[in-house]
Structures are given as C-alpha cells and as structure tokens.
C-alpha cells in the first residue's frame, strides 16, 4: 500500500513538472492561431475556436522563414560533422597514440573549456575579416568545428575501453583507421550520438555570432531570422509566434527521433557490471 501511493505521487510530481515545462509552448502555439485583437486578452483564450493555419504559411514565405531555415540546416549539420569528426580524431591520439607533449596539449584543450565564449567573439571576428570570410557559409562553421568538451568526453570514452581489444586488433593486422572505425566508433556509439545532438542543438541556436558575421537574409540564420520576421510583423504578433513554432520544430523532431541515444549517451558508463 506504501509503495503504490509513493508511485502515485511520484506520477503525480512528474505530471504537474511536465505541465509547467509543457504549458509554455502550449501557449505559444494558441497565440500563432489566435487573431491579433485576442492575444492578450483577459481572460486569456486557451482554446482557439477559429485557428489560423494561415499564419504558419505567412511567416515560411511572407517572413522567409524557409531560407532562414534551410541556411539554418547547412550551418547546423556542418558544425555537428565537424565537430565529431575533430573531436574523435584528436581523442583516439590522446586516447591511443604516445606522441611529445601529449599531456600539455590536452591540458591547453581542457583550458579552452574554461575560457567563456565571449572572450573568443573579438579574435574570430578579426580572423574573419583578414579571411574575407564576411557574410559567408565559412565565417558561420568554421570556428566552431573543433570543440574542447568533445575531445574531453570522447577521450574519457576511449581510454575505457579494454587495452586487450587494441592488442588483438594489432594482431589481426588492423591499422588505426581500421580500429578505430571498426571497433572503437561502435563501441561508443551512444557517447558519439549524445555529443552530436548536443552540437547540434548548440548550433542551431546561435544568434549572437551569426548577427555579427552576416548581412544579408542569405546567410542569416533562423535565430536572426526570428528577430527579423519580430520587425517586420510589429503589428501581426501572431506571424512571430507561428515562426517561433516553425523555429522549434526541428529541435524537436531531433529530441524526439534521438531521445534514446541521448539517454543512452549520458548514462554510459554510469553504471559498470
């Protein structure tokens, strides 16, 4: 009897959290299919008897909100590939390989994880002024493809691995191209899945450093994007709202599709048999 009503109230709590986290963005999404004059209005409406699909549409082509978006993609998905890519690479040779300063050099990448971002803005603006990189797919990805906290995590990973592994990969003539895509990468694929959904989720929500960088709506990102389709539909606030939901919805859809190896991924190696 304890123990159901201690369930209880568990589901209880986790129900009245959901409700609190899920309420937000409940009522962002009444507000794009609410009419301008009843956003706002008290009491507020919670049920919208009239939707406005229209909105939505207004805001993908009227706010190009798609072009905002599709650049949103590019940016998001190279910056997620090259972070995986740097940052395993660099593990495996912390992980595996006995190299000359081999300890310095992962302190200086530890050290990196303890700079704040905004130190870098000044440094990376100057070095893409002297590239000519200005308002360009590069000036967007390219100083965000190496990252410190991955190289930390996946060489943590790596180093977990049984050195008896390495021992028989040497012997049945595998190279370190071999091993590592064949043995190391599969064995810590839900660490690999975690890492590339948290930089892709950091990517896609840039805004400083892409409101810096760029100029032009060809290069704008949907961050900035939102911010200009806010100007431009000062007295359509429902547009906003509809392109907020437009926004979030990739970030869902990849929570939603991946959520098991994001679990997955934070949990390895929290328990070991």
Request: glycine residues 6%; positive net charge; aromatic residues 12%.
């Amino acid at each position: 009897m304890r123990t159901s009503v201690r369930t209880s109230l568990r589901y209880l709590l986790l129900a009245a959290i959901a409700v609190v986290v899920l309420f937000p963005i409940y009522i962002t999404v009444v507000n794009a299919l609410l009419p301008v004059q009843l956003i706002g209005h008290r009491p507020p409406v919670l049920f919208p008897s009239h939707p406005l699909w229209s909105d939505f549409s207004q805001a993908w082509s009227g706010g190009s909100l798609s072009q905002y978006l599709r650049t949103s993609a590019i940016v998001s998905i190279s910056i997620t590939v090259g972070s995986v890519a740097t940052s395993v690479l660099a593990a495996y040779a912390f992980a595996f390989l006995e190299f000359p300063l081999k300890r310095v050099l992962f302190g200086l990448c530890l050290a990196t994880l303890m700079v704040p971002a905004e130190v870098t803005i000044i440094p990376n603006y100057r070095t893409i002024q002297v590239f000519g990189w200005f308002d360009t797919y590069p000036a967007l990805i390219v100083p965000f493809v190496a990252s410190g906290l991955g190289i930390f995590l996946f060489r943590q990973s790596f180093r977990q691995l049984p050195r008896e592994l390495r021992d028989a990969a040497v012997l049945d003539g595998y190279g370190h191209w071999r091993f590592l895509l064949r043995v190391v990468l599969p064995l810590n694929r839900p660490m690999l899945s975690a890492f590339a959904i948290f930089a892709w989720l950091g990517a896609w929500n840039q805004y400083l450093w892409p409101l810096l960088v760029t100029n032009t709506d060809a290069r704008r990102t949907v961050q900035v994007g939102l911010r200009q389709l806010e100007g431009l539909s000062v007295s359509a606030p429902n547009v906003v709202f509809a392109g907020t939901i437009l926004a979030a919805l990739p970030i869902f859809a990849v929570l939603f599709l991946f959520q098991r190896q994001l679990v997955r991924g934070l949990t390895a190696g929290a328990v070991k048999g």
